[in-house]
């Protein structure tokens, strides 16, 4: 008998672990124990106890928060510019993230910016004033933005289900407010530091990497991550955009990006392994042509309950090297019509 | 370590413009020659395996294959961001990283073009052991001696390839599985000629050529398969067979710290676990067959309570012990139909003429098993 065992890994982090609903692959817990063990640069502050800390280069800060749901964790990313810093995705919120950001960068005037809408990557933004997503993913996020946002984190008895801390812990939700981007657009922190937004769609329809032009980093998001990469969901019902939502459009969108390889190094995911070569997105872009050439021809099917409970067919196709690209038999194409 | 850059060639060909007869037609050939479109690192800086900050001694000049970028990953936040890191004046080209409170991992440069390696160092109660010997380069056993405060080291080998096996005659005694020792007993003092051109210069690794081990004969004792090394106080590791990446491969258990030193069976980069229907050349070299490998790799699966975490002989370790049923799985496809491969690669063996196939099979959350198979 097979179990998918994630081991607990030693933290000092308020926040505990209890289960998964899709726990981590092997290559990303390996990957994890070794930087949440031993990484020299990790600090957790005061101001927040839930969230472990980790300076990667002078100007980059990864901000570690255990995915309250139950799916891999994230991270929230933290450029230090010269006059201005910059959030990329916040999480679910839980302790003061806005005073442990101001107490890294001594306060700096903030930019907040999201890769996507789903909650694990945006309900921490009602902590700031302002964030800033791709247009096709602001209706999705502000319907996601709402007091009662957080309330499936808990049984019917109010116990908390996947990761143990403090309900007061989390945001009293206030609105802030939301302003959807095009892709292209690009944010200055001070000098010729510069961060552009560039359009992937295919997790979501409005899914957005960020180019760090000065440090050549790219934050990646959810669609290029170590545990899986969840590219073609397809258009369901309701959501806005759905068109959008599928591997084809990741694959016109990825295949700009790797026209651009020039422009960074290293690839920084919203969740688990980071610090990952640019070749990465080469790879993954030959099977992404490789599955609209041939969908059926996949390295092998599974069905996964996430934490809405909802059981679905997830397709994986292996990327040379890396991890596997998951996505639906309704997401490889754009919809007909 | 290329020179030719954009700059050079700039400059070379500004070298090379007629000479120029007023400021300004010099400063317009100047222009030119800096616009000239020369790529400093040829058209795309599509990154695999960019240097690692490193103080090791030796230097890399080159790989042979790249090394996936999980694995590289993985040796970056470790190589440059790792608390324990230490490297021991008595052994420059080793970097000593502690896993457990009595485990270290020895990394150090794979000499020829593969993957770098690890030697795993347990000190128990009386006695210490090593497993795996890596290419001897600099003082092995002055630094276990070190770092274990000077206790009696039994010293054991997974298996015979040049960067697991050449540092045994470092050492009076090593231990491995029976089916080693002939493969052992081939050791040499021209093992090492390999590393180095007609110039005597070095072709992978940059090392000082003096601080290579002198070779002298040390006994091998060939052990059966259930083996207990007694590392004092009841402090137990255990050699288990495994065949499949060689005839004579072998895993370490260490009971106490319940984690499994695997070798090359199963790597993050490519497990080669053997082939499907191509055996080995040497004695026994049917156990290099998958259908034989698996058998043995079941064995170890079925004992999966003994153990938490397995520590391959590369790259990453601290693996979830669940990675042995996995690549069970893998192999278990791969048997039943040797064409369902997701990938496959020209292989150049060493001193090949021609290429053979290389299949690979994806491990579910990890990495590959490839493997060799002869359709004809």
Request: hydrophobic share 35%.
């Amino acid at each position: 008998m097979i179990t998918d065992v994630c081991r607990p890994i030693a933290t000092r982090s308020k926040a505990r672990r209890l289960g998964w609903s899709v726990p981590p692959n092997l290559i990303s817990w390996s990957w994890m124990k070794l930087l949440r063990e031993n990484n020299k640069t990790m600090r957790i502050y005061d101001v927040n106890p839930y969230v472990e800390v980790y300076q990667f280069y002078d100007n980059l800060y990864g901000l570690y928060n255990q995915n309250l749901d139950g799916v891999p964790d994230n991270w929230m990313w933290l450029i230090d510019g010269p006059e201005k810093a910059m959030v990329i995705d916040t999480a679910y919120g839980l302790g003061d993230s806005k005073g442990l950001v101001d107490q890294i960068t001594g306060g700096k005037p903030l930019i907040v910016a999201n890769t996507h809408g789903h909650f694990d990557h945006c309900l921490g933004n009602c902590r700031f004033a302002k964030a800033y997503i791709h247009e096709y993913d602001h209706d999705t996020a502000r319907a996601n933005a709402k007091p009662t946002a957080w309330d499936f984190l808990f049984d019917k008895n109010g116990k908390n289900i996947y990761v143990d801390f403090d309900r007061k812990d989390l945001p009293v939700f206030k609105d802030y407010e939301l302003v959807a981007v095009r892709n292209g657009a690009t944010f200055n922190l001070g000098g010729d530091h510069e961060i552009e937004l560039i359009w992937t769609g295919g997790h979501s329809p409005g899914h957005s990497m960020f180019l760090d032009k000065k440090s050549r980093y790219l934050f990646t998001g959810d669609i290029v991550a170590s545990h899986v990469m969840m590219a073609g969901t397809g258009p369901r019902p309701g959501l806005a955009y759905g068109q959008y939502a599928n591997l084809t459009t990741w694959r016109d969108n990825l295949s700009k990006l790797v026209a651009r390889i020039d422009e960074y190094d290293y690839l920084f995911p919203g969740h688990m392994m980071a610090n990952i070569e640019n070749s990465v997105m080469a790879t993954t872009l030959e099977a992404v042509e490789a599955i609209l050439a041939n969908p059926g021809n996949s390295t092998y099917i599974e069905e996964v309950t996430p934490a809405n409970g909802i059981k679905q067919k997830r397709i994986h196709k292996y990327v040379r090297g890396f991890t596997t690209i998951g996505y639906s038999e309704e997401g490889v194409y754009p919809p007909k019509g | 370590m290329r020179t030719a850059g954009a700059g050079a060639a700039a400059v070379g060909l500004a070298s090379r413009l007629p000479a120029a007869t007023d400021a300004a037609t010099e400063k317009k050939a100047v222009k030119a020659a800096e616009t000239f479109p020369v790529h400093p690192v040829g058209p795309g800086r599509r990154k695999t395996m960019w240097p690692i900050r490193s103080e090791l001694k030796s230097v890399r000049i080159k790989h042979d294959a790249p090394i996936d970028p999980v694995s590289w990953a993985y040796m970056k936040e470790l190589r440059e961001n790792n608390k324990t890191r230490m490297i021991y004046p008595v052994n420059p080209y080793v970097e000593v990283y502690q896993f457990r409170e009595n485990l270290y991992g020895l990394f150090t440069h794979n000499l020829d073009g593969g993957g770098d390696v690890w030697m795993f160092l347990t000190v128990g109660p009386e006695k210490a052991l090593l497993v795996d010997t890596a290419y001897g380069l600099g003082d092995i056993k002055g630094l276990c001696d070190q770092i274990t405060g000077g206790k009696p080291l039994y010293v054991a080998v997974t298996h015979e390839h040049f960067d697991h096996a050449y540092g045994a005659c470092r050492f009076d005694k090593v231990y491995c599985h029976e089916n080693l020792k002939p493969y052992l007993e081939l050791q040499n003092a021209h093992q090492w000629d390999y590393l180095f051109d007609d110039y005597g210069d070095n072709i992978w690794v940059q090392f000082d050529r003096e601080d290579l081990p002198k070779f002298k004969k040390f006994e091998i004792d060939g052990v059966p398969d259930g083996y207990k090394f007694d590392l004092g106080g009841g402090y137990e590791v255990e050699l288990i067979f495994q065949g499949g990446h060689s005839a004579g491969h072998a895993a370490y258990l260490d009971k106490k710290n319940r984690i499994v030193f695997t070798g090359d069976n199963i790597i993050c980069d490519t497990s080669g676990c053997g082939s499907v229907n191509i055996a080995g050349r040497g004695p026994h070299g049917e156990e290099q067959l998958l259908s034989n490998y698996r058998k043995n790799l079941k064995r170890l699966v079925d004992r999966m309570g003994e153990y938490d975490y397995v520590y391959p002989a590369h790259f990453m370790v601290d693996v979830e012990n669940y990675v042995m049923a996995k690549e069970l799985e893998c192999v278990d496809a791969v048997l039943a139909n040797p064409d369902g491969w997701d990938y496959w690669d020209a292989s150049w063996g060493k001193a090949a003429t021609a290429p053979s196939g290389r299949y690979m099979k994806h491990i579910h959350g990890f990495s590959v098993v490839y493997y060799g198979y002869n359709k004809g």
